[in-house]
Each structure stands twice: as C-alpha cells, then as structure tokens.
C-alpha cells in the first residue's frame, strides 16, 4: 500500500514537473491611435507652456510654466515608447519586470503600458529541411534520408519561456525525430504486411509528425506537415540493394505467372471436359499439363510441332 502511495506522488510530481510553467494569454493593450494622439497633444501642450513661460512677464510666472512643459513633453515622448507596430502574422510577448503580461496578437498600432519591454515572435508558418542523414535501419542497413518539417508558433509564451531558442530547438528534435523513424523501420520490409520507408512512405510521415509534435510540444509549437524528401541506401550497399530488388522483383513476376498458368491450365482441363471434346487419361493429362506449363511459363515464344498421327504415337 506505502508502494502504490509513493508511486502515485511520484507520477504526480513527474506530470506537475512536465507541464509547461507559463501559457500564453492575450495582453492587455489599447488601440494605438488615440495614444498617439493623445501623445502629440501633450507634446505641443508642452512646447506650448514652454514658450509661454519664456515670454512671461514675471519670474514666478516663467518658474512655473518652463519646468511644467518639459514635464509635459517628456511624459508625453515617455507614454508614446508604448506604442508598438504589429505586422500580420507576428506577436508580441510582454514582459513587466521579468514576468510574463501577455502576448500582442491584434496587428496594427497597438499601446501597452510603457514600462514592458515587448519582444517580437513571428507566428508565420515556417519549414525546415533537414540535411541528409545517414543512419542504419531496423535490419541495420545504411541508408541515407531528410525530411521537409513545415510547423509554426502556436503558444508564444512557451515558445519564449520554456525554451532556449525554439527554431533551433525544433530543428535539433526534427533530426532525432527523423534518426528514430528511421533506426525502427526497414527501408524494404521482408515480412508480408510489415511497414517499411519505400513503400509506407503516407503511414511513416504520419508517424514522424506525430512523434515530432510530441517532442516540440514543450516550445509551443505546432506541426502542419512533414515528408522525406530523400531516401536511398548508402552508396556502399546500393548496388547490392539494387541487384536484390530486381531479385525480388523476378521472383514475385514469376509467381504472378506460375499462377496465372495454373488457373489457365485449370480452365482448359475444365472446359473439355465439361464439353466432351476429349476423353484424356492421366498419363495424356499430365503431358498436356507439362507443355501447357512450358508455353505459358517460358520466356521465350513457344516452337508448334504438328502431330500428324493420334495422341499415342
């Protein structure tokens, strides 16, 4: 019973543990235009008091006015550095005395408050193509394979916070991704139904997405889509590899032909017999049989030989 207890803590802490520490929320953020408005009416109110004050005609009147205005300007130009440009497709993370405030997603002229400092994360979709690794196979051949991952921020918050640098971070799990797809199937599956890189490409890319998206769920990243863009074996095996696909290619054709020969041998067992064209014995069946096999069978056109007198001569 202590065992079950302290496992499940522990699987609780390990989950507490794994989930992500920050999640992104919109900011708090006004419409940039009546800022910048208000800005430049508190700038010239501010030159204004300035210049009334040079020109007054009492020295209270100058003392006042003078410090008044450049106290206005400098609010004034301080409150507008809270005016930020978001362009479509970015966001901007803010961030109040090193905590988290919010992400900007609205594009346009935006104001948040003029203490944050806002950095910039483009939520563009983005791909990246791995350069051609060489890795071995589940039947330890070496091949040679890259992939096209095409992903975008989801959650800028994560994409910031939780990691040291996301695009790079990406990249770097896309080519263990990629190695680990390739280390558990074969390039060329020998078992029947078995998965293998050439011809379950469909199934295999949707098993690389899938495992990608789990490994840069941390970032905040979403995968849209991900292919190989290259897969061959290694130039030391791929004569050998070559010679053994034409191999296997002749065989399986030869089989596609044993069975279609026997189905049409079958047919015509059948069909005089069914009409009653002629009576054969056993010993006449099997030699029909035999040169039926060689015609359909043989790679080369069949030589006619013309029996002028019966079936037992």
């Given at each position: 019973m202590t065992n079950d207890s302290r496992s499940g803590i522990t699987g609780s802490k390990d989950s507490a543990a794994a989930a992500p520490a920050v999640r992104e929320f919109p900011a708090r953020s006004m419409g940039g235009g009546l800022a910048l408005?208000?800005?430049l009416v508190g700038v010239l109110a501010g030159i204004a008091s300035i210049g009334f004050g040079a020109t007054?005609?009492?020295?209270?009147?100058?003392?006042?006015?003078?410090?008044?205005?450049?106290?206005?300007?400098l609010a004034s130009v301080f409150t507008m550095?809270?005016?930020?440009?978001?362009?479509p497709g970015q966001a901007r993370v803010v961030q109040l005395f090193g905590r988290y405030r919010g992400t900007i997603r609205t594009d346009g002229l935006r104001w948040v408050n003029p203490l944050t400092s806002r950095e910039p994360v483009s939520t563009r979709v983005r791909n990246h193509e791995t350069?051609?690794?060489k890795v071995n196979d589940a039947y330890g051949n070496p091949i040679e394979l890259a992939a096209v991952v095409v992903w975008r921020v989801e959650d800028t918050a994560r994409a910031v916070f939780e990691v040291e640098d996301f695009a790079e971070f990406v990249e770097t799990q896309a080519e263990a991704a990629v190695r680990h797809i390739a280390i558990e199937?074969?390039?060329d599956s020998h078992d029947e139904g078995g998965l293998s890189l050439r011809e379950n490409a469909e199934e295999i890319t949707e098993k690389l997405a899938s495992e990608l998206q789990?490994?840069?769920?941390?970032?905040?990243?979403r995968i849209i889509e991900s292919r190989f863009t290259h897969l061959a074996y290694a130039p030391e095996i791929a004569s050998a590899?070559?010679?053994?696909?034409?191999a296997g290619a002749v065989v399986a054709a030869r089989r596609q032909i044993v069975e279609g020969a026997v189905g049409m041998v079958?047919?015509?067992l059948t069909r005089l017999a069914e009409e009653d064209i002629v009576d054969l014995d056993p010993e006449r069946k099997a030699s029909m049989v035999s040169n039926l096999m060689v015609v359909l069978c043989g790679d080369r056109a069949a030589q006619p030989v013309v029996n002028t007198g019966t079936l037992y001569q």
């Open positions: 408005l208000l800005g007054a005609a009492t020295t209270a009147l100058k003392a006042t006015l003078i410090p008044l205005g450049v106290v206005v300007v550095t809270g005016l930020n440009m978001v362009a350069a051609v690794l199937y074969p390039y789990d490994r840069v769920e941390a970032a905040g990243v590899m070559l010679q053994r696909q034409q079958e047919l015509a």
